[in-house]
C-alpha cells in the first residue's frame, strides 16, 4: 500500500509537503529560469537590543527584505551568551549517547503534545534519526507565571533522571529564546510596515517548541524531507555539520552550511497567511548522509492558541488568497497527525468514537474529559 508520504519520481520536477498537502515545482533552466536568490542573506541583529526605535526600524528593513526575497535569512551578532548555546549542545549530545533504556523512559508516546524521546526508523529498521522535544508546560517550575495560572495543566515534558544537566542546559537555552524571539516577533512587526507591538495580541503566550534532531552516523536516508514550516518562525541553531538546503524558485536548491552562534531564521506558514502571500514559507529540506553525526537545535515560535491568523495588510481591492487559521485547533490537528494509531491517546480517542476535528486546544493542555 502506498504510505501517506509517498512521492512520485520526476527529475523535471521537486516534491514538498506544505500545509495543503504534498506539491510540486518545475525545474527551470536556461531561458525559463527567474531571477531568485542563490545565497541566504547575513544580517547583523545586534540593534534588535538598541533603545533607538530608529535602529530597529532600519534592522526590521533588512529583515523584510530577506523575508520577502528568501524566506531565510541568517542572524548573527546575537544577544545570546554563546557559551548558553555551546553547553546546550553538550547537554544534548550526552542525552542520546545514553542507553536505549534510559532514553525509553521518557519517550514521547508518553506525553499528550509529544514531548519527549522519538526514535525514527528506516527501512532496514535501523534508527536513522532521533529526536528529544520540549515545549510549553505549565506544570514546570521553569515556566511559572503568576500572571498566568492553568488550573488542572498536564504535564507533557519528560525529562531524563539520569541526566539532569540536559534539564538545566535546555531550559537556560529556552530561557534565552523565549525572550530573543519575542524582541524578534516586535521586529517582524515592523518588517511589515506595523508598529511594533501591532501583533502583540496574537502572541500573548506563543505556542514554542524545541525538536532537537540527532541524525546518526552512517544509517540509510537519513535526513528531513522536504516541506514547510507552520508557525510563526523558525530559529535554528546548526552544530558542526550542515546539510539544510533551501529551495529557490527555479527548484534549485541552495545550500545552508553552518556558521557558528548564529541562526538561520525562516518564516512559517502562519506568517505566510497573515502577510498574504508576502512572505512566503519556503521550502527546506536536511541531506545528512555525511559518515558523521549530525544534531541541530531548532526553536519553533508560534501564535497564541487564542489566536485566529488573517490575512492583514491588505491593498484596496485585493482579495485575501487565504482563510482564516484558528491556531489552537491547527495545533491539536497537527500534534495528532503525528501520532500512528497504535499512540495510546489515539486509541482513547478512537474508542470514545471522538472526531479529531472536535477535539480543542483546552482539551488537550488541561486534564478535562475528552
Ligand atoms: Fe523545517
Not at 117 to 138: A, H, K, L, V
Request: proline content about 5%; overall charge negative.
Amino acid at each position: 500500500m502506498a504510505s501517506k508520504f509517498a512521492i512520485p519520481e520526476d527529475p523535471d520536477r521537486e516534491y514538498f509537503f506544505t500545509a495543503k498537502g504534498l506539491e510540486s515545482r518545475r525545474v527551470l533552466r536556461g531561458s525559463e529560469a527567474k531571477k531568485t536568490f542563490s545565497e541566504i542573506p547575513t544580517i547583523d541583529i545586534s540593534s534588535i537590543v538598541s533603545q533607538d526605535l530608529s535602529d530597529r526600524v532600519k534592522l526590521a528593513e533588512q529583515i523584510g527584505r530577506a523575508a520577502t526575497d528568501v524566506g531565510f535569512m541568517y542572524l548573527t551578532n546575537l544577544p545570546i551568551d554563546s557559551r548558553v548555546m555551546d553547553n546546550a549542545f553538550e547537554a544534548l549530545k550526552k542525552f542520546f549517547a545514553l542507553p536505549l533504556e534510559e532514553k525509553k523512559k521518557v519517550v514521547s508516546t508518553k506525553s499528550w503534545t509529544i514531548k519527549g524521546w522519538q526514535p525514527i526508523m528506516n527501512e532496514e529498521g535501523d534508527m536513522s534519526n532521533e529526536t528529544f522535544r520540549m515545549g510549553n508546560d505549565y506544570t514546570e517550575p521553569e515556566q511559572e507565571d503568576p500572571d498566568y495560572i492553568v488550573e488542572k495543566a498536564r504535564t507533557f515534558n519528560q525529562w531524563p533522571d539520569a541526566l539532569p544537566e540536559f534539564r538545566e542546559a535546555l531550559y537556560k537555552y529556552w530561557n534565552a529564546l523565549v525572550i530573543f524571539t519575542k524582541k524578534l516577533q516586535g521586529i517582524f512587526a515592523l518588517a511589515l510596515g506595523l508598529e511594533e507591538s501591532a501583533l502583540d495580541h496574537l502572541f500573548k503566550r506563543p505556542l514554542m517548541d524545541i525538536t532537537i534532531q540527532h541524525y546518526c552516523q552512517g544509517k540509510v536516508k537519513p535526513g528531513l524531507g522536504a516541506h514547510a514550516d507552520f508557525g510563526a518562525f523558525t530559529c535554528l541553531l546548526q552544530h558542526e555539520v550542515g546539510g539544510l538546503e533551501v529551495l529557490n524558485a527555479n527548484a534549485e536548491w541552495v545550500q545552508v552550511p553552518v556558521k557558528k552562534h548564529t541562526f538561520v531564521v525562516n518564516t512559517g506558514s502562519y506568517f505566510e497567511h497573515l502577510s498574504n502571500g508576502r512572505w512566503m514559507s519556503t521550502i527546506h529540506r536536511v541531506r545528512a548522509e555525511g559518515d558523521v553525526d549530525r544534531y541541530s537545535l531548532p526553536f519553533f515560535y508560534g501564535f497564541d492558541p487564542t489566536a485566529v491568523v488573517e490575512p492583514l495588510l491588505l491593498e484596496p481591492n485585493e482579495e485575501p488568497k487565504y482563510e482564516n487559521v484558528n491556531i489552537g485547533i491547527e495545533n491539536v490537528k497537527g500534534t495528532f497527525y503525528e501520532m500512528n494509531e497504535e499512540h495510546p491517546f489515539m486509541q482513547m480517542i478512537n474508542k470514545k468514537g471522538i472526531n479529531l476535528e472536535d477535539m480543542r486546544y483546552d482539551q488537550v493542555l488541561r486534564g478535562v474529559e475528552v
